[in-house]
């Protein structure tokens, strides 16, 4: 056989004008090098080698320029388009054989002769190109296997449809002038004969004998022969036997019979064709990827007469269809609630100009006689939407509820007037309609008292609600006042926090995620976690922010099942999230993120797991529970709750209110605080309402829940005094004091100018004396550190707390002041300010010859490093770089920088300095 060109062999496709599409917009003058080449055009890159082999062989052009081999770009295109058309339509010898079923061979070369043979007899069409790909360049057209596998049938199956011995099958065919095809010369097994010649033949000896085989029959109708039986039996087809020797008969079907069976399969064939959908059928029609029995469809079994496979569909491996009807209708439906969708996420505009324009996309439209009740109707949905303040969610809620409602009123006024209706009819139409959800009911029945009370007004008698069948819905939100026993809680603290439990279980579903049997355990894992130490709304819990997991070892879920994390890393991960700045979506509040020791392991797992997630599906936020409302529904209970107490109901507002009112006992048994200041704390921390609900907290687990709901995470010298005026143990004493210059150098670098920070951090350190003084004559310091540790000490920034009830130093701010208690809360605003004001000084210390300003450029600048100290000797440096723009070593780069500027310190202490 001629070789050919990969370049000839797909012009033999249909589909060869792909390729002039593709690389008629390349430069043909245009060359690069390999490493360019595959930058960018990564889509057909090859290695170096091959480039080299493939302009050696002359297939595509180069040249060199300065010793540097360049490749035209249009010829590497051509080519790689060209391949790629060329492995999409042919295929090699041996995968024709596979798909006959037909062993890996032991010499290529006995195959190549007999496909050989079967290209010149016209069977197929088979190609040899000019280069070896794979170790193959035989190849056959792709399209000539499906024909095959159409036109041809077996030897061995033909002879057992007629009830023939093979071997006599074989020698009668020759003798009937017909061919057959060996694939393997000496194997039965594969060969094959012509499917018109054998159908011929076969309908032949059928009107010879007026009847069909077992096995006639069952390809006659292209079913399986277990199908067969179950037609036999539900057509109550009566078989002919005929008697083969002694004990063996053969059975036989009337030719009538079997051609009625071929009619009513085409007519059954059409009328499904017409009526359903199979599986895959319906799911491209819907275009969806995940499981459809999900979604409730009704099945039809499919009869054996038709577990068949035609040209336009293949029904013989399928137990049941969907019904056409069924499926377009949820299609129409699914179509106009993402348009509805749509239109009602559009949060940015006004409430009710969405309902109204959602009223008009959808065509709902009063009827001449309801004017009235239009206009009654569109007041008061109105004023409610105008009302509200409730989050973004809600009112999209708010807005489909009173959708449905609109189209209620609609439907029931096309007679009459919904308004002028009695009760007897309101009650049949509506209130006894098990149709229409009570949420809906309970929105017209409020509509009802808006118009009795304008009617009132009027003087005009309205409808008597007590005639109304209907109860209204009790508010769950508002009356549940219930919260969780402290055992509950301690003891779901010890599940959530058993890794070992966990952490494969979330790592196995992980790796399931978009499959059938994903559960979203590592996000429902992280949802309860959070839920724990923090009094976050639903909303803003499920979209929490992804992590940054480059600073662990971790890079994969199946490294990640194997081994462990250290405490460090888990760490590094909850000083990254605190970093982060939460902003309550309701109240618009700054919101804080708390993770108790106990957790701190479980929340990195739990994150990290979630992580690596969403960088396979390319997700925005950790918690993903497959619904755009981000429910944690029952489905997600049951699967991460299975091995803890079976009656246990997990609920997001019912562990808000119990964190709430454990916050709230605890402060109050603990400080001297008035219920009215301990409720705005509160208040200013959570937009959870607060419970009036006592509880009895054991001495013995004060200090437990302290730990697990407040972040005892101070630093600065007034705290540090503070604690030693309590535990009598004085700060000179302590060790983190006793070198000061070296913490100084090993904070700021050694290129700094030391002399400055260091004059400036003594300056302030004399500062001490006069918190010292003040700390001394407070009248109750436990009650103070109490407060302080519960977050009950005002300030004016947040992160900070004051040793006063009222600031001393109004003109300060909170970072500049001697009195201030920073929280590691604040390390971000701390690292920001230092980041600006440094910047500043940069920009304006040479600029100006004025002494007050260069003063005040210094002065500004040097209280915010000394925070920044303090915040590294409590909590290390590679905590405190986290929450620097940039990170500690960065920072440290601009120091080196700063001219000296001792000459303008002017703090003193009790001085206030700007």
């Given amino acids: 056989m001629e070789k050919i060109s990969i370049k000839e062999a797909i012009c033999l496709l249909d589909n060869n004008e792909e390729v002039n599409g593709e690389i008629n917009q390349i430069d043909k003058k245009l060359y690069l090098n390999g490493n360019v080449i595959r930058k960018l055009y990564p889509e057909y890159s090859m290695d170096y080698k091959t480039l080299r082999r493939l302009a050696d062989e002359g297939k595509i052009k180069s040249k060199f320029v300065k010793e540097i081999q360049l490749f035209s770009v249009y010829d590497v295109v051509e080519y790689k388009v060209n391949l790629n058309l060329f492995r999409s339509g042919f295929i090699t010898i041996r995968q024709f054989l596979k798909k006959l079923g037909i062993p890996k061979p032991v010499s290529n070369s006995y195959y190549n002769e007999r496909f050989l043979e079967l290209h010149n007899n016209g069977n197929l069409k088979m190609v040899c190109i000019n280069e070896v790909i794979k170790g193959n360049n035989y190849y056959i057209l792709k399209l000539d296997l499906e024909k095959f596998c159409n036109n041809m049938v077996s030897l061995v199956e033909a002879a057992e449809i007629m009830g023939s011995n093979v071997n006599d099958f074989a020698y009668i065919w020759p003798k009937i002038g017909k061919p057959i095809i060996k694939i393997q010369k000496n194997n039965q097994q594969y060969h094959y004969i012509y499917k018109n010649d054998f159908y011929e033949y076969r309908d032949k000896k059928i009107a010879k004998h007026n009847s069909y085989s077992r096995q006639a029959a069952s390809f006659k109708l292209n079913i399986s022969p277990a199908s067969f039986e179950k037609v036999v039996n539900e057509y109550s087809l009566t078989p002919v036997y005929e008697e083969i020797g002694e004990r063996e008969k053969k059975v036989y079907f009337s030719q009538q019979d079997i051609e009625f069976l071929k009619t009513e399969q085409d007519k059954l064939w059409d009328y499904y064709l017409i009526h359903y959908y199979t599986r895959d059928e319906a799911k491209k029609y819907l275009n969806l990827t995940?499981?459809?029995?999900?979604?409730?469809?009704?099945?039809?079994?499919?009869?054996?007469?038709?577990?068949?496979?035609?040209?336009?569909?293949?029904?013989?491996?399928?137990?049941?269809?969907?019904?056409?009807?069924?499926?377009?209708?949820?299609?129409?439906?699914?179509?106009?609630?993402?348009?509805?969708?749509?239109?009602?996420?559009?949060?940015?505009?006004?409430?009710?100009?969405?309902?109204?324009?959602a009223l008009k996309e959808f065509k709902y439209i009063f009827p001449p006689s309801s004017k009235n009740t239009e206009k009654f109707w569109l007041q008061f949905v109105g004023r409610k939407l105008q009302r509200t303040n409730a989050s973004d969610d809600t009112k999209r809620d708010y807005i489909k509820e009173l959708l449905r409602v609109t189209e209620l009123i609609i439907s029931n006024s096309i007679d009459r007037d919904i308004l002028t209706q009695s009760h007897k009819e309101l009650n049949l139409r509506i209130f006894r309609n098990k149709d229409i959800p009570a949420n809906i009911k309970n929105h017209f029945i409020s509509f009802i008292r808006a118009i009795n009370k304008n009617l009132s007004k009027k003087g005009l008698k309205g409808y008597d609600l007590n005639?109304?069948?209907?109860?209204?819905?009790?508010?769950?939100?508002?009356?549940?006042?219930?919260?969780?026993?402290?055992?509950?809680?301690?003891?779901?603290?010890?599940?959530?926090?058993?890794?070992?439990?966990?952490?494969?279980?979330?790592?196995?579903?992980?790796?399931?995620?978009?499959?059938?049997?994903?559960?979203?355990?590592?996000?429902?894992?992280?949802?309860?976690?959070?839920?724990?130490?923090?009094?976050?709304?639903?909303?803003?819990?499920?979209?929490?922010?992804?992590?940054?997991?480059?600073?662990?070892?971790?890079?994969?879920?199946?490294?990640?099942?194997?081994?462990?994390?250290?405490?460090?890393?888990?760490?590094?991960?909850?000083?990254?999230?605190?970093?982060?700045?939460?902003?309550?979506?309701?109240?618009?509040?700054?919101?804080?993120?708390?993770?108790?020791?106990?957790?701190?392991?479980?929340?990195a797992y739990a994150a990290i797991i979630c992580e690596l997630r969403c960088k396979k599906a390319s997700s925005k936020t950790l918690i993903d529970f497959n619904s755009v409302k981000r429910k944690f529904t029952n489905t997600h209970r049951k699967a991460f709750f299975s091995s803890f107490i079976s009656t246990f109901s997990f609920g997001s507002r019912k562990m808000n209110r119990t964190l709430i009112s454990y916050i709230y006992n605890v402060i109050k048994k603990v400080t001297k605080r008035n219920p009215l200041e301990i409720t705005k704390f509160i208040r200013s921390h959570s937009d959870e309402e607060i419970t009036n609900i006592y509880i009895d907290i054991p001495r013995e687990h004060i200090d437990f829940l302290t730990n697990q709901l407040f972040e005892v995470g101070h630093f600065g010298y007034s705290y540090e005094i503070l604690g030693d005026l309590l535990l009598g143990q004085p700060s000179t004493d302590r060790v983190a004091r006793t070198n000061r210059s070296l913490l100084i150098k090993n904070t700021f670098g050694d290129y700094v100018q030391i002399e400055t920070i260091a004059a400036f951090f003594n300056a302030l350190l004399r500062e001490r004396d006069l918190v010292k003084k003040v700390l001394n004559n407070h009248p109750d310091l436990t009650d103070l550190l109490n407060c302080i540790n519960l977050g009950q000490q005002p300030a004016k920034q947040y992160g900070y707390q004051c040793v006063f009830q009222r600031c001393q130093f109004p003109e300060k701010e909170c970072g500049d002041c001697p009195f201030v208690i920073p929280h590691i809360y604040a390390l971000s605003d701390i690292g920001q300010t230092i980041v600006d004001r440094l910047n500043d000084f940069s920009a304006k210390f040479y600029l100006t010859d004025k002494v007050g300003e260069k003063t005040r450029l210094t002065n500004r600048l040097y209280p915010q490093l000394f925070l920044l100290k303090q915040a590294v000797e409590k909590f290390g440096e590679d905590t405190v770089t986290q929450f620097i723009p940039g990170g500690l070593p960065a920072l440290k780069e601009e120091l080196k920088k700063l001219p000296s500027a001792l000459e303008y310190l002017t703090i003193r202490s009790g001085e206030k300095n700007e």
């Avoid at 209204?472 to 809680?489: C, D, H, R, T, V």
């Avoid at 976050?536 to 480059?550: K, V």
Wanted: proline share 3%; hydrophobic share 35%; with cysteine.
């Fill in 290 to 357: 995940e499981i459809i029995t999900r979604y409730g469809f009704t099945t039809v079994p499919i009869p054996p007469l038709l577990r068949t496979n035609r040209t336009e569909r293949k029904m013989n491996k399928i137990h049941h269809v969907y019904l056409k009807s069924e499926i377009e209708e949820y299609k129409f439906k699914k179509v106009n609630y993402e348009k509805k969708r749509d239109i009602i996420n559009r949060m940015d505009a006004d409430p009710f100009l969405i309902f109204k324009i």
């Fill in 467 to 603: 005639k109304l069948d209907f109860k209204p819905i009790p508010n769950e939100n508002g009356n549940e006042k219930s919260i969780y026993q402290i055992s509950e809680y301690m003891g779901l603290l010890d599940y959530v926090g058993d890794i070992s439990l966990h952490k494969n279980k979330a790592i196995r579903d992980a790796k399931n995620a978009g499959s059938s049997n994903y559960v979203n355990y590592a996000s429902s894992w992280l949802y309860v976690l959070l839920h724990m130490n923090n009094a976050w709304r639903h909303r803003d819990i499920t979209l929490f922010p992804r992590i940054d997991i480059s600073k662990t070892r971790v890079d994969s879920l199946e490294w990640f099942e194997g081994n462990e994390l250290t405490l460090e890393e888990a760490k590094s991960i909850i000083n990254q999230v605190k970093s982060i700045n939460f902003i309550h979506s309701k109240t618009q509040k700054r919101r804080y993120f708390f993770c108790s020791e106990e957790l701190t392991l479980a929340f």
